[in-house]
């Protein structure tokens, strides 16, 4: 196709042109003149980061400059430790790791964000003075954040008026998991209530993080993890929920329904049927009742009525009684007479025509 972007046909399933494709990437190489040296302390980027109970913090990482050892020192994100273990994407042990290895490391002090840089230090010491530094600096950020959500929660009630929105907190066993909740959720809003993710991380469900989402109205969405008793006991006195999923489809399906439940529901009115008034009474402690003929729907005791008198509305209220003959009746039907009494309004005239209805609430949609 031209420009500069190489296109290679390739089938993993048959093996058509693989050896063709490794060719180019060497070219591709060559002609970019990548180049990393392999004798200076590592650096690269931070993929995946899990908290696996048995075997502690696994990251896994790409050495793009310099070589990666056994018992280095390292720096990733906000956090430190002593390489420990590295594996290489067989599962194999191996002692050391150079530029473009994919490695899996295990000793970080805690998971690091999926595109953390990571950078090999020569003292223990110094890898805790930066990473204190960068938590410093990302607390900061975090209570600014909270801050100005609270602030902008105001102004968006007064400013937006109807607009809703749903505040979640993100658990879950990878920060490649805390990525794609935190995407598929936010991709979930629209012009009448947005999604925000307040937080989110990688490993269990704190006390923390319970408090977190009382002070800010949010719910706890745990993925692949669940809260201990601990944990529960807090969400309940604290009126938090938390709900846990292992697939991402059941998880914005329920968020979509959470949604909708914030949107007020929508009042249809249904109408019921059509009464003629033929004759006007005037009955004592009960005030005017009109002698209707039923000519369309039906007539419910229950029902708000409309008084229209040459199809303009008089009067809208409740039905104070409705009889057929001398009972009392529950509705009467198309085709049938009734005597009808309108709380709070006398003036019935022959000729008028009483209109039943009935208000639904109807779930609002968010389309």
Not at 13 to 37: H, P, T
Not at 269 to 275: D, Q, S, T
Request: charged content about 25%; some cysteine; aromatic content about 4%.
């Amino acid at each position: 196709w031209g420009g500069d972007t190489i296109y290679v046909p390739v089938s993993a399933k048959s093996g058509d042109n693989i050896s063709q494709l490794l060719e180019f990437v060497l070219l591709q190489a060559e002609v970019l003149d990548l180049k990393a040296n392999p004798k200076r302390l590592a650096k690269g980027v931070v993929l995946e980061a899990s908290l696996d109970k048995q075997r502690g913090v696994s990251t896994t990482i790409i050495v793009q400059q310099g070589t990666l050892r056994e018992g280095d020192i390292i720096v990733a994100g906000m956090h430190y430790g002593r390489v420990r273990a590295m594996r290489d994407d067989k599962g194999a042990r191996i002692r050391e790791a150079g530029p473009s290895r994919a490695v899996e490391v295990m000793g970080l002090s805690g998971v690091a964000a999926a595109a953390d840089t990571f950078i090999a230090v020569a003292e223990e010491k110094r890898a805790k003075q930066i990473a204190e530094l960068k938590q410093g600096v990302a607390r900061q950020a975090e209570l600014a954040k909270t801050s100005k959500v609270s602030l902008d929660d105001l102004y968006q009630k007064i400013e937006a008026g109807d607009v809703k929105e749903l505040k979640i907190i993100i658990k879950a066993d990878t920060a490649g998991s805390v990525e794609v909740l935190t995407k598929s959720l936010q991709d979930l809003s629209t012009a009448k209530v947005s999604v925000k993710v307040i937080h989110g991380a990688v490993g269990g469900i704190s006390e923390n993080d319970v408090m977190l989402a009382a002070a800010s109205g949010a719910i706890i969405v745990a993925f692949h993890l669940r809260p201990d008793a601990n944990v529960r006991k807090v969400a309940e006195q604290n009126s938090v929920e938390i709900r846990a999923y292992d697939i991402i489809y059941e998880l914005t399906e329920e968020m979509t329904s959470a949604m909708e439940g914030l949107l007020q529901p929508k009042k249809i009115e249904k109408v019921l049927g059509h009464a003629e008034v033929r004759q006007v009474f005037t009955v004592p402690k009960a005030g005017t009742v009109a002698g209707c003929y039923v000519r369309s729907g039906k007539i419910l005791r229950s029902a708000q009525v409309r008084l229209l008198r040459d199809s303009v509305p008089v009067y809208v209220g409740n039905l104070k009684s409705l009889k057929r003959f001398k009972d009392d009746a529950r509705e009467v039907s198309e085709g049938l007479e009734c005597g009808m009494a309108i709380e709070n309004f006398n003036d019935i005239k022959v000729g008028d025509v009483i209109e039943a209805f009935e208000i639904e609430e109807v779930q609002a949609s968010l389309n």
